[in-house]
């Protein structure tokens, strides 16, 4: 089973009420009318030995990955996280040291945003440690979700941080949610569409432009790329900073002028980065120094050197 | 590790603020203020081997209960569904069609109470089947939620449904989650204290009383028996009945004239039991037909012939 073709189908079987589920799925949260007031909701896996290797980082980081994957759901959408609920499957032979380790670890990541673990299910099986963790978050004050699909040509494409190989350093059992950021760029700025990079920059970024019906040119020196993906390959670590993944920062497109505003004046002191530009033609490519154009594939870019 | 305890250690560890998370773990469902209203939440997970068999019942039908058993949790609390998100982790080798069919399964419970599936996480892995389904809710119309710590001395306790031989025989496959006679006795009756039946009568009563802090005194006669449990335990049923659990039938509390008038004149067709009442000594007690008393234990109970 493939898991995109699946979540494709699922789509297609959607059949919301605007009025209820103004966005279901296919952006970073589903938004729901609630009584009064709308809410958002996000679900996230950590399944030992796909998301986290729970040998190598132990209970504890594995628990605060849950809870920091969730959360920076939240950021993408520019929304303020209320409370979290967890379902955990623990492994039989686990003691209930590293039990409370997997806690304290949801509790790391969710209590400096304010966002209670307020309920759970957990049992004790045979199959390898799973942690669910669900976040409910609300509007920020007078302020709607920013979706996938709100980017306009002629968008400047941004990003928050550095790329490329959070997993094999570890980078993604440390990263903080850019809940702060998403919101102080939401009050400045008109964000158009936003996302979170957790698959990849080339992938998310063709999520966001197919969520818009638009394409992007992206400058290659302007990827900023992680010192630990130059650790990790030396002169040449560009395709790593597109494909790699586990990044968890945030991939936005906003007016050109309000980009200028923003790095000319930072507002916080996360390095923000404009990689290129939306196009109202829906290819994504990628132009190199010397002005060579290449399509960059969601999958991720080989530097041809 | 032991679940009980590990849960017992993380309420040790709750801090809420009342203000924003009235009820937190310990109840059927945390209860939430999120801006300008109060909203509910739960989680429950179908783990294969634990909750469900996957080969014997099928992916439809592990979809179902996945959400029905959330569900229950809703009743439980009075409360109306709102909307659900799914994390579902696929065994590497399961069919397109099989995973559609747990999608299927998921709506075929969520569907008939207005709550969509309105997001999810999906990941293919090595390990079993795991459907986590967190469903949202709010309060029913002008009314609070009913937690299990409102009983009162004198009260009333009655139960919807017939109990024991439910995991044996399917029945936990096949429950309709008691939404609608959760909701239409709220507005009927002044509801005390109510909680859903998954792990056992007795287990469940204890828990209520636990809550409340009081006890109960249960008549060994008026414990509605299921056929299922007639058909495998024959002439002695009744342990069945009290221990078996997976019967997602209410256990409720109610003034005693309330819990007559509903009993004269039905307001639904599933039958009410009075089953007890609740007693300010903590202890639990069953009644048998000669009047001799017995503690009822947590984890159900022998019947002495």
Redesign the interface.
Known sequence: ???L???D??RS?SD?DPA??PT??GDD??V?V????T?L?????V?????VVLADCGPGRAGRKAMARSLSDVAAMAAVP??A???V??P?G???K???AI?RGL?SAGDPFDC?L???????????L?I?V?V?A?CGRGREPVLRSGAQPGDAICVTGRFGGAWRTGRDLRFTPRIAEALALAQRCDLHAMIDVSDGLAMDLHRLCEASELGALIEADHVPVHDDAVALHGGDPLAAALGDGEDYELLFTLPGEQADAILARPIFDTPIARIGRVQADRTVQIVRHDGRRDDLPADGWEHET
């Open positions: 089973m493939k898991e073709p699946f979540i189908w699922i079987q919301f209820v589920v279901g799925p949260m589903a729901v609630c009584g009064e007031t809410v909701l996000t679900v996230d896996q399944l030992d030995g796909t998301h209320v409370a609920v967890a379902g499957a623990l039989a686990l003691a209930q590293d039990a409370e806690y509790r209670p307020v309920g759970g299910d957990v049992a004790s099986w045979d199959g390898p799973t669910d669900t409910l609300r």
